[in-house]
């Protein structure tokens, strides 16, 4: 995707039973500072049969605009499913910059749509910031161990960045707050699955915890 006008910040939402995950909520704390701090709109694609129903919450904690992807085919997480609605998304929107979650289906998508969309990744940030002469958006991560921070910025929009959860503390949800819901409907289909989860194992830590 070459370099655009856009006026508008994009989060990959996850939801649970309860509604958005807490890494979510994350997400749009730092959102709502950048979309503040630029001008920007911020936007969260919703996906799975169930984004209906939580919309108004991703409105509540500082969504303006929520996009929900209400097919069933993406109710659980599945990389080939996912990664095809959420880039159909991307393109559509053109965004400058696009917010993914470090979880287990964040880590595993960012990359992916970072290659479809030929541009770069910022990866594993615990903090990012504006450049204010650009507008463009610095990830802060650590390397070596966590020995060193490194200062990180893709110079191709939409620049995605991904980031560890808890790194930002949620807003308080304000459900006085507008915003605008809108259904997208991606072309996608089983036929598109490529890998599938055979069998999950949890494992059993017998460590006794010192903390």
């Keep these: 995707m070459a370099m655009n006008n856009s006026k508008l910040i994009l989060i990959l939402g996850e939801l649970n039973d309860q509604g958005l995950t807490s890494s979510t909520a994350e997400l749009l704390s730092i959102g709502r500072t950048l979309a503040e701090s630029t001008g920007k709109s911020l936007s969260i ?9 939580f919309a108004k919450q991703a409105i509540a904690y500082g969504a303006d605009f929520v996009y929900v992807l209400p097919n069933s085919l993406l109710d659980s997480f599945q990389i ?3 990664l ?3 880039h159909q998304l991307s393109e559509k929107l053109r965004p400058n910059i696009i917010l993914i979650a470090k979880t287990l289906g964040g880590r595993d998508l960012a990359p992916r749509l970072a290659a ?3 541009v770069g990744l910022i990866q594993d940030c615990i903090r990012i910031e504006l450049d204010p002469s650009t507008e463009m958006v610095i990830g802060h991560r650590p390397v070596f161990g966590g020995n060193v921070m490194a200062a990180v910025m893709s110079t191709k929009f939409p620049q995605i960045i991904t ?4 790194a930002y ?3 308080e949800p304000d459900d006085s707050r507008q915003g605008t819901i809108e259904e997208f409907h991606p072309s996608i289909d089983a036929s598109l699955i490529k890998t599938r989860i055979i069998e999950s194992i949890r494992e059993e830590n017998d460590e006794v915890s010192l903390e």
């Design 45 to 53: 694609a919703l996906l799975g049969s169930m984004a209906q129903a």
């Design 80 to 82: 080939d499913l996912s």
């Design 84 to 86: 095809s609605a959420f």
């Design 116 to 118: 479809r969309l030929e």
């Design 163 to 166: 980031l560890r959860p808890k």
């Design 169 to 171: 503390t949620p807003l």
